[in-house]
């Protein structure tokens, strides 16, 4: 594995094998290319029978054959030429020294190297010159480091920050089991809304049932009722006109005894109790 410090960022410079930047890259006819080291080993796990000549590419599974196949299978890495193309990449994008200094964000030219202990902030130069020029105390971060237990603070500062991560992690659990809980109550109660409204619908169903079988009851008593009184309403019409047709009949044949007579016999169906109530 690589030690030094490599920019993947121009190119893929890293062996399909063992994902790590390229050492002695060795290319293979199919153009693919790993790692001396990761294609040699992949050539001795895949000889398991001893006079097989060829094996196949890890990356597109080709068929490929060393040049020499039966000069040995610890010989066939060394058979392949090495990508001195890969290896020139690789040669550029090292990075050979690393600079750690931190610039400041509102004057990136210039480091930041002073602490304020007025403001508990650090800063640059150019911010002491502008923004911190009537503070107290400013010092160079290297002292303040020097006079300071800084890795017991480190310490404290890691157990303030798990402190705080074990009591976030525990107000996020009770907020979990309060969704939960809401939840259940939620579908208890929408379960006991659905519940009344179906009782209050088949109760008013009842009610209204119970309703219209009262008034097709008193539809029907009243509808008797007509149909009767309608029945004797004929038979009345009936009666008066047989009564007047006789009536005539015996004024025009009969003497006045005789008519006075009929007239008292025509009276007695029109006093009948029954056909006189309709009347009341």
């Known amino acids: 594995m690589a030690e030094a410090c ?4 121009k190119l893929p410079i890293q062996c399909p094998v063992c994902l790590d930047t390229y050492q002695r890259p060795r290319t293979l006819p199919c153009l693919h290319s790993f790692c001396s080291t990761c294609l040699h080993s992949h050539i001795t796990n895949a000889g398991q029978n001893a006079h097989f ?3 196949l590419c890890p990356v597109c599974r080709a068929n490929t054959r060393p040049p020499r196949p039966y000069s040995g299978k610890d010989t066939w890495t060394e058979q392949f030429p090495i990508n001195h193309w890969i290896v020139s990449v690789i040669d550029e994008a090292t990075v050979t020294q690393q600079d750690d200094a931190i610039y400041c964000d509102l004057h990136p030219d210039s480091k930041v190297n002073l602490y304020c202990f007025d403001h508990e902030t650090v800063c640059c130069p150019m911010c002491v010159a502008t ?16 006079l300071s237990d800084y890795e017991h603070e480190r310490q404290e500062l890691v157990a303030n920050i798990k402190h705080s991560e074990d009591v976030l992690t525990d107000l996020a659990a009770k907020c979990a089991l309060a969704d939960s809980n809401l939840q259940i109550d939620k579908d208890k109660m929408t379960n006991a809304v659905e519940k009344e409204y179906t009782a209050a619908v088949e109760h008013l169903d009842t009610l209204k049932q119970s309703a ?3 008034v097709e009851q008193n539809c029907r008593l009243l509808s008797n009722e007509i149909l009767t009184k309608k029945l004797i309403c004929n038979k009345g019409k009936q009666t008066c006109k047989q009564v007047k047709d006789m009536l005539m009949e015996t ?11 009929q007239s008292i016999s025509a009276q007695n169906p029109l006093k009948r109790k029954r056909f006189m109530s309709f009347f009341e």
């Open 53 to 55: 000549s060829s094996f």
């Open 6 to 9: 490599v920019n993947t960022s």
């Open 251 to 261: 004024r025009e044949r009969n003497t006045p005894f005789a008519s006075f007579i």
């Open 131 to 146: 923004a911190h020029r009537k503070c107290d105390h400013v010092d160079e971060i290297e002292k303040v480091l020097a």
């Open 212 to 214: 219209m079988d009262k």
